[in-house]
Every structure is written in C-alpha cells, then in structure tokens.
T-cell receptor
C-alpha cells in the first residue's frame, strides 16, 4: 500500500527558532494535509494543499505541495511553547481515495 | 456548539469482552471514519461510512464492527476477536476525504 515517510521523528528546539519537517512518498498524491495533535486529543487540521507547487500559509505556519506531487513540507517560524505537539502529514489520492498518514513529528519547544 | 463528540474519554475492559465506542457529530456531515492510533504510529483506518446505512472496511477492520443507522452516529464495537485492542481510537467526520474533522478520542485499555 501507499506509505508516507515523515521526518524527523522528533525535534527539540528553543523558543523563537524556526522548524521544518517533511513528508515523502514513492506514490503521487493529489492532496496534502498537515495536522497537529495535542497530547490525548484528536488531530486538528492546520493546512490543506491541493495543487502541485502550492505554497500556503496559516499564521506562522507555511506548507508546500511538492512539484513532483510526492512530497510536502511544513515550516513553523518563531516557535512558541504552545507549538508543542505531534505534527502529522496526510496524503490523499494516487491508487485509492483514502487518507494515508505519516507517523508524525514530535515537537518539543523549550521556553 | 457544532462538533464531534466521543465518549467515554477513557475506557477499561477485561480481555474477552466486547466494547462499544460512541461517536456523534452535529456537523451534518455525510461521511464518518474510525481510526486507530498506537504510540509512535500514524493513524490507521478501521472503517468508514460515506452515507447512512452503508459502511466500508478500512485497512485494519478485523476484530471490529460498526453501524450507521443515523447520519449523526457511527459507533464502533471492538470485539473479543481483536487481538491487540488497547489503543487510542479517533472518530472523524467530513464532507469529503480531504476534509476530516476529528473528535477528542477514546483511550481503550484492555486488562
């Protein structure tokens, strides 16, 4: 089946630093989604990308849909303590119309 | 308030017992989904329903069953046939595959 490789698995950064994480796949996706999950809660949708090459921002978050349609990245600028959580990428399309999730990036921000 | 509710937040059951997890939404969404999350893993799709009285198996349906008798409700039963039932279960609803809004989750522990 389709798989997403999300990296890094975890990050420890200082407040104020910028963060970058990415997802890659051997399959083509038609939509890329980025979610954030707080401990013990459900994921919350941060950004949705629908076109190859698309660059979309949501406050301090910026995400891009790779031109090959096989990758996406998420950047967080000027991190703050409430950015702590697990960030998931998810892809839709390709061989079937089901969301495929990456394994997540655990972000820790030291104040 | 509009949203997705899952109850209970924490559930404990003895091995060999069936248990039903509740998921209700008042967002008027046609589609509803159940995912399982294990530590350090992405979300894996158990079952989904795109319309009332119809549902489809996801990637890990064995040992689970669902019903969709009402648009608002999509309960998941974890049966005794599920070999490793202890996990965090997430319900979602949406107008389409790329618009999935998650509930707060139920943590099931089988003793």
């Amino acid at each position: 089946g389709q798989q997403l490789n999300q990296s890094p698995q975890s990050m420890f950064i200082q407040e104020g630093e910028d963060v970058s994480m990415n997802c890659t796949s051997s399959s083509i996706f038609n939509t890329w989604l980025w979610y954030k999950q707080d401990p013990g809660e459900g994921p919350v949708l941060l950004i949705a990308l629908y076109k190859a090459g698309e660059l979309t921002s949501n406050g301090r978050l910026t995400a891009q849909f790779g031109i090959t349609r096989k990758d996406s990245f998420l950047n967080i600028s000027a991190s703050i303590p409430s950015d702590v959580g697990i960030y998931f990428c998810a892809g839709l399309g390709g061989s079937n119309y089901k969301l495929t999730f990456g394994k997540g990036t655990l972000l820790t921000v030291n104040p | 308030d509009g949203g997705i509710t899952q109850s209970p937040k924490y559930l404990f059951r003895k091995e060999g017992q069936n248990v039903t997890l509740s998921c209700e939404q008042n967002l008027n969404h046609d589609a509803m989904y159940w995912y399982r999350q294990d530590p350090g893993q992405g979300l894996r799709l158990i079952y989904y329903s795109q319309i009332v009285n119809d549902f489809q198996k996801g990637d890990i349906a064995e040992g689970y069953s669902v019903s969709r008798e009402k648009k608002e409700s999509f309960p998941l039963t974890v049966t005794s046939a599920q070999k490793n039932p202890t996990a965090f279960y997430l319900c979602a609803s949406g107008a389409s595959w790329y618009e999935q809004f998650f509930g707060p989750g139920t943590r099931l522990t089988v003793l």
